[in-house]
C-alpha cells in the first residue's frame, strides 16, 4: 500500500514574545503515517495538539525539529524544511486541507471560491464552476446563495464552502480540521458519504473529529496524540 504522508520525530513549542518568551511545549516526538485509501483521526483531549499538528503539516505552523514527508510528483518531499513555494506547490497539487472556518474573499462568490483550487491549476474555469456547482448541490446549499460572497452566511453555509473547496480537487491527502462541527444531520450524513468516496479513490484522509457518531463511521485508525504529549515524553 502505498503511504503518501510520513511524520517522523516531529517537534513543536509556542514561543510567547509578550511574556518574556516563556517557552511552550506542544507536541514532542510525533511520529506515524498515513496509507492511501485510510482515514486516520487524531484523538486525545482538548489542548493537547491536535490542531497543531494538522497545522505543521500544512505549513501554516513552523515545525521546530522532525520530517513531514509527502509524496509529491513522484519524488518525497521533506515539508518540514521546505522553502515556501515548494509549500504553495504542495498544496496546489497534493495536499488539501479543510480548516475549521472558512477565510473568506471580499466580492467573490461561493461558486468561484469552491472552484478556484482547480483554476488555479490550470484547469477550465467552466469545469472548474460546473463541478463546484456539483458539491453545492450535494451538499445542500441553496442555489440562490452561490453568487454571493460567503463573508454573510450562517456558520454551517461556511462551513459546506469550506468543505465543497476541500474535496473539489483529487488531491492524495488531505488534512480535515473538524469538517463537521457546524453541520446539521443530514449534511454530516454528506461529509461521511464524501469521506468515503475519497478513501474509494484512494486519498490518505488524516482528521479530528469531535463528533463520535461521524468518527466511528470514517475512522480506520485513531492516533492518541496525548502520546506526543511533551509531559508524557519528560515523564
Ligand atoms: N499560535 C499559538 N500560539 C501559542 N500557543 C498555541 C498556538 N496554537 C496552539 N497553541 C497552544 O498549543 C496547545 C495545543 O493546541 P491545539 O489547538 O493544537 O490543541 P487541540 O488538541 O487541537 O485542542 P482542541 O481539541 O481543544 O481543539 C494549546 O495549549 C494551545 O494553547
Same mark, same amino acid.
Not at 488555479?120 to 474555469?125: A, F, I, K, P, Y
Not at 463537521?180 to 446539521?184: C, G, R, V
Given at each position: 500500500m502505498a503511504t503518501p504522508l510520513v511524520v517522523s520525530e516531529v517537534f513543536k513549542s509556542f514561543t510567547m514574545h509578550l511574556r518574556d518568551g516563556l517557552t511552550?511545549?506542544?507536541?514532542?516526538?510525533?511520529?506515524f503515517s498515513v496509507a492511501s485509501g485510510e482515514c486516520v483521526v487524531l484523538g486525545g483531549p482538548s489542548g493537547v495538539g491536535k490542531s497543531s499538528i494538522l497545522k505543521m503539516l500544512y505549513g501554516n505552523y513552523s515545525v521546530d525539529a522532525g520530517q513531514i514527508l509527502i509524496k509529491h510528483k513522484d519524488k518525497v518531499v521533506d515539508a518540514a524544511s521546505a522553502d515556501p513555494r515548494m509549500v504553495l506547490d504542495i498544496r496546489r497539487h497534493t495536499l488539501g486541507y479543510v480548516s475549521q472556518f472558512l477565510r473568506t474573499v471580499p466580492r467573490v462568490a461561493a461558486l468561484d471560491v469552491v472552484a478556484e483550487p482547480l483554476v488555479?491549476? &490550470?484547469? !477550465?474555469?467552466i469545469e472548474a464552476r460546473r463541478k463546484a456547482g456539483q458539491l453545492l448541490e450535494a451538499l445542500n446549499l441553496p442555489k440562490p446563495l452561490w453568487q454571493l460572497p460567503p463573508a454573510t452566511f450562517s456558520g454551517g453555509e461556511q462551513q459546506r464552502v469550506n468543505i465543497?473547496? &476541500?474535496?473539489? #480537487? !483529487? *488531491?492524495?491527502?488531505l488534512l480535515l480540521d473538524e469538517p #463537521?462541527?457546524?453541520?446539521?444531520a443530514m449534511n454530516r450524513a454528506v461529509v461521511i458519504e464524501m469521506i468515503r468516496e475519497k478513501k474509494k479513490a484512494g486519498v490518505a484522509l488524516l482528521g479530528i473529529? *469531535? !463528533?463520535e457518531e461521524v468518527r466511528d463511521a470514517v475512522a480506520d485508525r485513531i492516533i492518541d496524540v496525548s502520546h506526543f504529549s511533551p509531559r508524557r515524553a519528560a515523564a
Open positions: 511552550l511545549p506542544v507536541v514532542a516526538n510525533a511520529s488555479s491549476r &490550470g484547469e !477550465d474555469s465543497a473547496r &476541500g474535496f473539489i #480537487t !483529487d *488531491h492524495a491527502v #463537521t462541527a457546524s453541520l446539521d473529529f *469531535h !463528533d
